[in-house]
Each structure stands twice: as C-alpha cells, then as structure tokens.
C-alpha cells in the first residue's frame, strides 16, 4: 500500500523539488498544499507534464483549524513541511499532525525552531507519530557524515562546517530567513567555552576543491546545540556564503549596517537583496558545496582530522536541503518506523539514503580526507 504523503508549500522553492522527486516514487501518492489556488493548480499541472501522475491537492492554511480535520480525510500518513521562513514561526503545522495521528518533518534549519520542537515530545508519543525538525542540510545530513566516520575517532575535539551556495538564489522566504540574525549574536563554542559572533560578520575566504576561494561569514545553525550533546565536541562553528564573493560582502555590510542601529525591519532589505542577487544570478559558476572539518583523536589515540565536502554543479546545490526529507519519505513508505516522539532530525537517514534519495551522481560528488590532524 502506497504511503501518502503531503508536502506544505509544494509550490515553492524546495517544495517543487520535493514533489519533483516523491511523484516520480511509484510507493508514494503526492499531495501537494498551498494557499494560492492558482500556483497549486500551476504545478499539479507541471508535475503532471513531467511524470505523467496525477498528484492531488489541498488549497488552504496549513496553520489553521482545519488542517488536522483535511489530513484525515484525506488519509495522509506523512506532511513534509517546507513552508519558511521558520525564524519566528509557530509549531502550528505539527501541532495538527499530532492532532490528526500523522507523522511529520520540516526543512527548517533554524536552531531555535529546530532544537525547541522537544516541547511536543510527550503529545506527539502520545499520539503515537513522529515529529522531526530540521530535516535538511543540517542537521540530518551534516549529523550523518559524521556518524557514518564516528568510529574512526575515539574523541571529537572540534566541528567546524558550512555551505558555500551557487550564484543563483534562492526563495524569498528562504533568504528571508538567513538575514533573520544578520549582526545578531550567535553563539558558539570555543575550547569548551560559549562565546558569542555577529551574524554575517567575521568574513574569511576558504579554498575549496572545484570551488575556488569563497568568502564564507558567520551563520546560526541547529548543530551548534546538538552536535556538543552528540559528539562532545568543545569547539564548534558553522559559515556559509553565497557563490559570488560580492554576494559575500553586501551580506557583511548588511550586518554591519544592521548592528549598528541602522535599521530593524529585515524583510524589506532581503526582497531588494533577493532582486539584486538575480541579476548577477548569470556570473556564478553554478557550484556549491557542503564541508565539514572534524578533529580529534583516532581509535590509536593519535591525533585525526577528517574533511568531507559535497560538491554540487549546475546549480543542483538546493536539491541537498530539499532531499533529506524525499530519504525519509521513501524510508518509511519501504517499512520503516520512526521512532514516535518530537526530536531534530538526526539519526534517521544514512549518508547512503541521502544520495540515493537524490540520485544525481553526474552533478553531486562526495569527498572524505583523512590526515593526522596536523596537515
């Protein structure tokens, strides 16, 4: 019996590609959700051309009353929820899967949203239905990298990642949400010790394999808190930038700007920044990547430092974030049963599951380098 599954936002930026991928499942029926009868119809009718399926749809607030009432009556057993930005959104979409017995995952990579979702761990047991924050780069498939190495190592001594995106941009939403903490203080860990960043600030250039030099910035990111819990790890920090070195800049000149007391409101900055970044959308080179630096000791107690990056070309770089949750989906549809209980989305899906779930070796490389911590 084929598992029913619907995604919130299936319209948008990274819901087109997780419906992209879940029509084309023959052990999955798609419903897709919005608020905009005419997008929805748009893209039942683009699914259509592209897979020859027919999916269903459901035009309304996933917010709202009637949602868990819908979900029922439509016998959906998963929603994958892609509807950012989640920076300050409430929890109103899982609440109503664990009202309606449905299991649930987001794409959310804010830290707060993400590692505050515990709050509805005894409802969702209750229930008897999973519900799993975070189901994106990080911190599924970050967390899984490492626990696919993890024993290699005896001690975990520091994770340093980020994400260098292509030149094209993503949705409004989307970048609404990252400039959310641009100049606001992040909090990191340092040699055991929480100190605090600005947002956007501290910029530094790294090389990367097929990438060239990227102009990385400070970013807030769930595995701050989760992986010094997972992996005791004392210090940790995440960047992240655009693929143009200018993106890079205007995004620290914001922050700084911001600091500062030049203005409050975000979001009608990000709607000019997501403009402007369109038009030097034709400059990139169309790669990305997802590195991850982890030091330590190995099982011999010598010293051991691991990079990984995953390299994405011809713009592919959002199919990383969007297919953590088309893993799930197809693992659960295949038997599997998360556990039930309210948690970020960590431990749920291989390294493995990831690639196939994404399915594009011609466009996504992964590379793993190990040395004696000292290179």
């Known amino acids: 019996m084929a598992l029913r599954v619907l995604v919130v936002g299936g319209y948008g930026?990274?819901?087109?590609?997780?419906?992209?991928?879940?029509i084309e499942m023959p052990d999955i029926e798609l419903v897709i959700s919005g608020r905009d009868p005419q997008k929805l119809a748009h893209k039942v009718d683009e699914l259509k051309a592209r897979s020859g399926v027919v999916c269903e749809s459901w035009c309304g607030n996933a917010m709202g009353d009637g949602f868990d009432a819908a979900?029922?009556?439509?016998?959906?057993?998963?929603v994958i929820h892609t509807g950012g930005p989640f920076q300050g959104q409430s929890y109103a979409v899982a609440e109503r899967c664990i009202g309606a017995g449905v299991h649930y995952c987001d794409l959310s990579d804010c830290r707060t949203f993400v590692n505050d979702i515990g709050i509805l761990?005894?409802?969702?047991?209750?229930?008897?239905?999973?519900?799993?924050?975070?189901?994106s780069s990080v911190p599924t498939l970050s967390s899984a990298l490492i626990d696919e190495q993890r024993h290699r190592f005896s001690r975990i001594d520091s994770i340093e990642h980020g994400i260098s995106s292509s030149a094209k941009m993503p949705g409004l939403s989307t970048v609404e949400g990252v400039l959310a903490y641009a100049?606001?203080?992040?909090r990191q860990l340092r040699n055991g010790q929480v100190h605090e960043v600005a947002g956007w600030l501290d910029l530094t250039l790294r090389k990367m394999p097929h990438l060239g030099v990227r102009v990385l910035a400070n970013v807030d990111v769930p595995d701050m808190d989760i992986f010094a819990k997972r992996y005791g790890a004392q210090t940790l920090s995440f960047k992240a930038g655009a693929g143009l070195k200018l993106g890079g800049v205007a995004n620290g000149l914001f922050a700084l700007a911001r600091r500062f007391g030049a203005f409050r409101d975000h979001l009608p900055w990000a709607a000019r920044l997501h403009r402007w970044g369109t038009w030097f959308e034709r400059f990139g080179d169309g790669k990305s990547a997802m590195y991850i630096d982890v030091t330590g000791l190995g099982i011999d107690g010598k010293p051991l430092a691991m990079t990984v990056?995953?390299?994405?070309?011809?713009?592919?770089?959002?199919?990383?974030?969007s297919c953590a949750a088309v893993a799930l989906a197809a693992k659960i549809a295949q038997g599997?049963?998360?556990?039930a209980g309210a948690r970020p989305c960590v431990g749920e899906v291989s390294v493995d599951e990831y690639m196939a779930a994404i399915n594009d070796p011609q466009n996504l490389s992964l590379s793993m380098h190990f040395s004696d911590g000292q290179n």
Request: charged share 20%; aromatic share 4%.
């Open 71 to 78: 979900l029922k009556s439509m016998n959906i057993q998963l």
């Open 121 to 135: 761990d005894a409802r969702a047991k209750q229930a008897g239905v999973a519900i799993l924050s975070g189901c």
């Open 183 to 186: 100049g606001k203080p992040i």
């Open 309 to 321: 990056q995953l390299t994405a070309r011809n713009d592919k770089g959002p199919e990383i974030p």
């Open 336 to 339: 599997y049963q998360p556990e």
């Open 13 to 22: 930026n990274f819901g087109s590609i997780v419906s992209r991928h879940l």
